[in-house]
């Protein structure tokens, strides 16, 4: 079970999915090529051997990178797994790399430094569904 969390570019002023015109269409992160280079410059411990489907291991958490095979990639989506609170760490630093924002897809908000509530409540319903990670 992971913590899914996009990160793509949007509007500026958007806070959440819902504040969203309909007709929205998020321009693209960019050429696969230059977000793989602005993603190792900004996770350089991240393994991008297999460059549509990277990882990154901390000491309690890992986070998947689902890059895509298309190009220009559109998004990025993380799958989180673990515990502890410096995970956003380097999904904050990839959004920032990557010029975009990221959005928390269990509540549909965009995530802000030191909000954890969003983590919190994954964890919360990841432990009582499964029990508490080690």
Known sequence: ?????????????TTSVQ???DDCTPPPLGPQEEVLAAVSRAVPEADLSDPTWGSLLGPTWSVE????????VDSIMLHIRGSGDDVLTPVFRL???????ALDC?????LAPRELSGWYAFQEFRDR?????H
């Open 129 to 133: 569904v499964t029990g508490p990670s």
């Open 19 to 21: 504040a969203m015109a």
């Open 1 to 13: 079970m992971s913590w899914d969390v996009l990160l793509l570019r949007l509007p500026d002023g």
């Open 106 to 110: 269990s509540t549909g908000d965009l």
């Open 65 to 72: 990178l689902n890059i895509g095979e298309e190009d220009p």
């Open 95 to 101: 959004a920032g790399a990557l010029g975009c924002k």
